[in-house]
């Protein structure tokens, strides 16, 4: 991955981080991160662009999206470790903010394993990936019968929209 901007060598843009090293891929998810982290920001302006961009500088991110980011260190195909992939999961864990951590340590004592392998299953992962009104529409199925449900999709398949609603099996 390219990085197109950055700043003096100290800062860069926060367009440029989008989804590097696990940070979000939105931009109010980065500043967010970014706000709750502490990270140093300043605006820019950037030719061709409307409107203000901002820019964090590089000694506030975490160290491993640096890496990535300056080229300093070789990321790609580490072999594996000894104790398998638990110290791979610590690094990860520890460039969540505390409030983050808490909440993955919460739900792994709560709900266990078997929630976080739920998680990564594609069709969650598709959910997930819902935003604006695709989002609200699939929240809002949650709260109608499943006749209800049937009948939207139904009333649907006329328009040339086919589903499957036997295809696919809804889990609580």
């Keep these: 991955m390219e990085f197109d901007m950055i700043l003096d060598q100290e800062w ?3 367009s440029d981080l989008l989804g590097v090293g696990g940070l979000p891929s939105s931009l109010a998810g980065l500043h967010k991160r970014a706000k709750n982290e502490g990270w140093e920001k300043r ?3 950037t030719p061709g ?3 203000r961009a901002f820019a964090y ?3 506030d991110l975490p160290a491993h999206v640096v890496s990535i980011i300056t080229g300093s260190a070789e990321i790609k195909h580490q072999p594996p470790k000894k104790n398998g992939g638990n110290s791979e999961l610590l690094e990860l864990i520890d460039t969540l ?3 983050e951590q808490e909440l993955v340590i919460y739900t792994l004592r709560r ?3 078997e929630k976080l392998l739920e998680f990564c299953n594609q069709e ?3 959910l ?3 935003t604006g009104i695709r989002r609200l529409a699939a929240l809002s199925l949650n709260n109608l019968s499943d006749q209800k449900v049937r009948e939207i999709f139904e009333g649907d398949e006329t328009k040339d929209h086919h589903f499957n609603l036997t295809h696919k099996e809804a889990k609580a």
């Design 12 to 14: 860069i843009l926060a």
């Design 43 to 45: 605006s820019v302006t």
């Design 49 to 51: 662009i409307r409107g």
């Design 57 to 59: 500088r590089l000694s």
């Design 97 to 99: 903010s505390q409030e």
């Design 111 to 113: 709900k266990g394993v």
């Design 124 to 126: 969650n992962q598709e």
């Design 128 to 130: 997930i990936a819902l």
